[in-house]
């Protein structure tokens, strides 16, 4: 049996997912006009039972939290906390001086979710560029990562711990810095002794010559350092092992979503990437279309079958 990329079109950018008790899984994405004449969809919720075929089910916000006047809402993370569903996200524009991460929550996957509003912004926390957030429980307490491309002073990725709910930060001054400022939309995986840094480098968004690609380094602690197969620390530009790259067909493959293992203990992710023959939507944004990589492990580090977005595979995920 065998499966074929891109598993979900015209696009779904930034994509979180999450796996129900029932075995049901939901994927989440960034603010997108498709072009079908039904507006920009506000975080739009897909489902699959087989993490291949995807059914769209509704947008996760019926109208725009309203903390922020400007900007779109990117790149959520949906977590179950405390028996609700938890979805931190960005709220954003290009260029933004003051973006921020905030919070909505819900009784079930598809919604409808309601705005707790934000977190912090980037000056409360100090951090250029707050964006891409994501949700970690180790040991019992609650985390959040954060952080996107900045060259600035306190560039880079932070991760802080959440109150017990899940719902705040209780002490921002107590972030700590993970990866540099030239890493963003970070993934932290558990495996064995070791986390697993996955995070983004490059361009997501200049169409067929996006540049976006994935690398990865490990620790034996939840806030590293974080160290590449050569030894290079993250906290430092230009560090992490290649994980994911284009080729010839897809360009800028990225911003992955968490791992999941099936039935055959092998580990898939969701990521995004860019058809460089079908490149942009008639608005004129990135077509940056869903697809599903199998992770393979060798001696203690990820890889991805031919290290490039695969069109199909001769295997496919058994949940």
């Not at 075929?53 to 405390?82: C, L, M, R, S």
């Not at 290009?94 to 000056?123: M, Q, R, T």
Request: glycine share 12%; hydrophobic share 30%.
């Amino acid at each position: 049996m065998r499966f074929q990329n891109p598993v979900f079109e015209p696009v779904f950018a930034d994509p979180t997912v999450l796996r129900t008790d029932e075995g049901v899984f939901y994927a989440y994405a960034t603010q997108d006009d498709w072009g079908d004449g039904q507006g920009s969809r506000l975080v739009p919720v897909i489902k699959s039972v087989d993490f291949i075929h995807w059914e769209y089910v509704g947008n996760a916000f019926q109208h725009k939290p309203d903390w922020k006047t400007k900007g779109g809402i990117w790149a959520p993370d949906i977590v179950k906390v405390g028996g609700r569903y938890h979805l931190y996200y960005s709220f954003s524009t290009w260029g933004d001086p003051n973006p921020g991460i905030g919070l909505a929550v819900a009784d079930h996957p598809a919604g409808p979710f309601e705005d707790k509003g934000k977190l912090f912004l980037s000056d409360e926390i100090n951090v250029p560029n707050s964006i891409d957030p994501y949700y970690l429980e180790d040991n019992g307490k609650k985390f959040l990562f954060w952080g996107s491309y900045n060259n600035g002073e306190n560039q880079g990725t932070y991760g802080v711990q959440l109150s017990d709910d899940g719902t705040f930060v209780p002490d921002p001054a107590r972030k700590i810095k993970v990866a540099a400022g030239d890493f963003e939309a970070v993934v932290i995986h558990k495996k064995g002794q070791y986390y697993y840094f996955i995070g983004s480098k490059g361009s997501c968004c200049d169409g067929e010559n996006s540049s976006y690609h994935l690398r990865v380094g490990r620790s034996k602690n939840l806030f590293g350092p974080y160290m590449d197969e050569m030894g290079n620390d993250l906290r430092e530009r230009g560090a992490g092992t290649l994980l994911l790259k284009g080729d010839s067909r897809f360009a800028g493959p990225g911003h992955n979503s968490r791992l999941f293992q099936d039935k055959n203990k092998t580990d898939w992710m969701l990521y995004h990437a860019i058809l460089k023959s079908n490149p942009r939507l008639k608005s004129g944004a990135n077509r940056r279309v869903l697809m599903l990589g199998k992770v393979l492990w060798k001696n203690g580090w990820p890889y991805l079958e031919t290290g490039t977005p695969i069109t199909e595979s001769s295997s496919k995920p058994r949940f």
